[in-house]
């Protein structure tokens, strides 16, 4: 799910690349320095998760994860996203450097309202965390999906076909990406529940604890 240069109109463009940046230090800002070995671990599972696509017809699916690195890295899934995209558009050329910005948009808002939802709706119950991240997993494709059919949108009716075969390739997505991120969510509250925990203050910390 990566939009290539040339598709989005040049405003529509520059505008997601000015509010990708706004999130983006936003979500640098909220990144504390002891959590960096987390945002790495969770970049480098998004890159290497999105890089094996299936073709279906004019477009193509793959596994997005923006719920389970919501999960994990809470306003920090933005910045990992970000950079994730980055590095697939420089070395692999997969989606397009004009089009980062909406590429980030479009993977990193998802992950950003899934991991706000999970804590919300996790509880204190083991079997309601796991349904919470089946919940979490399902919506951020759902999402990502939604919001790739309304920025293809944005590129005239030529895409339209485009972007409603988009969001129904993305369907069994959905489906698959719940059953992983409920998993995940399980088998992390059995073996290392601290890693569901997010720090309820903001603001950046460096690697001793001291807030910038």
């Known amino acids: 799910m990566h939009i290539s240069d040339g598709v989005l109109p040049t405003q529509v463009a520059v505008g997601c690349y000015v509010l990708g940046a706004v999130v983006v230090a936003w979500s640098t800002y909220r990144t504390r320095g002891d959590d960096l070995p987390k945002v790495a671990l969770a970049t480098a599972s998004f890159f290497v998760a999105s890089l094996v696509h299936v073709p ?3 477009t193509s699916v793959h ?3 923006p719920g389970i690195v919501g999960v ?3 306003p920090s899934a933005f910045l990992a996203i970000a950079v994730g995209l ?3 558009s420089m070395l692999f050329q997969f989606g397009g450097l004009t089009a ?3 590429n980030a948009l479009m993977m990193g808002i998802p992950a950003l309202v899934c991991g706000r939802l999970f804590q919300a ?3 204190s119950s083991r079997q309601r965390a796991v349904a919470a991240g089946a919940l979490v997993g399902a919506l951020g494709v759902a999402l990502a ?3 790739l059919g309304l920025l293809l949108y944005s590129g005239g009716e030529d895409f339209l ?3 409603q075969l988009a969001l129904a390739a993305h369907l069994p997505v959905m489906v698959i990406e719940a059953a992983v991120t409920a998993f995940m969510v399980g088998f992390l509250s059995r073996v290392k529940p601290e890693l569901l925990e997010l720090p309820l203050g903001s603001g950046r910390q460096d690697a001793l604890g001291v807030k910038a």
């Open 63 to 65: 596994l997005l994860i």
């Open 72 to 74: 994990l890295l809470g």
């Open 56 to 58: 279906l017809g004019p």
């Open 145 to 147: 999906a939604l919001i």
């Open 86 to 88: 980055t590095l697939q």
């Open 100 to 102: 980062l910005g909406a």
């Open 161 to 163: 076909g485009v972007a």
């Open 121 to 123: 709706l996790r509880g």
